[in-house]
């Protein structure tokens, strides 16, 4: 089993920034790729951030030049920095991460708890 626990989120001001990290733990023999999905009230959850064991990066347009994502692959972490934040970045933030437990068995999509980021005023 792997578990990944999600730190950080709170309430913070227009144009403040915060950040949050989401550690994978368990049985994990590679993780892929690590990101981050959000969803507000009444809409669908959408990517935010992906980030690849690579280093490869992918962002939402919504949140291009203002959001960061990074990995710590010994430590099976991912972080999103988020600056110049507006009230629209509003949402419950998942970490995502497809991670194989093993060499020859499939990858499986794992997902955390969930924190909420409130921008507001």
């Known amino acids: 089993q792997v578990q990944l626990v999600e730190s950080g989120g709170g309430l913070v001001q227009p144009g403040g920034s915060l950040s949050v990290s989401c550690a994978a733990s368990?049985?994990?023999?590679?993780?892929?790729?690590m990101g981050w999905y959000r969803q507000a009230p009444g809409k669908e959850r959408e990517l935010v951030a992906a980030?690849?064991?690579?280093?490869?990066?992918n962002y939402a347009d919504s949140v291009k030049g203002r959001f960061t994502i990074s990995r710590d692959n010994a430590k099976n972490t991912v972080y999103l920095q988020m600056n110049s934040l507006k009230p629209e970045d509003t949402a419950v933030y998942y970490c995502?991460?497809?991670?194989?437990?093993?060499?020859?068995?499939?990858?499986?999509?794992?997902w955390g708890q969930g924190t909420q980021v409130t921008v507001s005023s």
């Open positions: 995502n991460a497809e991670v194989r437990v093993a060499v020859y068995i499939p990858p499986y999509d794992y």
């Open positions: 980030i690849t064991s690579g280093g490869s990066t």
């Open positions: 368990g049985s994990i023999f590679r993780i892929n790729v």
